[in-house]
């Protein structure tokens, strides 16, 4: 048995293994396309643009909702005093 052994580790097998080989048989176009999708606005810039969005929208908001709903000057919701007046009704300062 051990010459058995012996002459198995020296001599290489008759028969080689199959190796796997990749399907280099199939058409290209069979294959599915990979799409990259790259970003043309980069994230830090998106953050930028919807904040400074958020803040317009919330200015025109101010804006229309104090002079055509609230019957105020058309920049007066702007103004710091509007705001100051409002805080010292929030605090019972002014009646």
């Given at each position: 048995m051990t010459n058995e052994l012996e002459r198995r580790t020296q001599q290489p097998d008759a028969?080689?293994?199959?190796r796997r080989r990749r399907r280099t048989e199939e058409p290209?176009?069979?294959q599915p396309i990979r799409w990259v999708?790259?970003?043309l606005i980069p994230i830090w810039l998106r953050?930028?643009?919807?904040?400074?969005l958020f803040?317009?929208?919330?200015?025109?908001?101010?804006?229309?909702g104090y002079s055509f709903i609230g019957?105020?000057?058309v920049?007066?919701?702007?103004?710091?005093?509007?705001?100051?007046?409002?805080?010292?009704?929030?605090?019972?300062?002014?009646?």
């Amino acid at each position: 048995m051990t010459n058995e052994l012996e002459r198995r580790t020296q001599q290489p097998d008759a028969t080689p293994r199959k190796r796997r080989r990749r399907r280099t048989e199939e058409p290209q176009s069979e294959q599915p396309i990979r799409w990259v999708q790259l970003r043309l606005i980069p994230i830090w810039l998106r953050i930028i643009i919807v904040t400074a969005l958020f803040v317009g929208v919330a200015v025109l908001g101010l804006t229309i909702g104090y002079s055509f709903i609230g019957d105020g000057e058309v920049g007066g919701a702007l103004k710091w005093s509007t705001w100051q007046h409002l805080l010292d009704i929030m605090q019972g300062k002014e009646n």
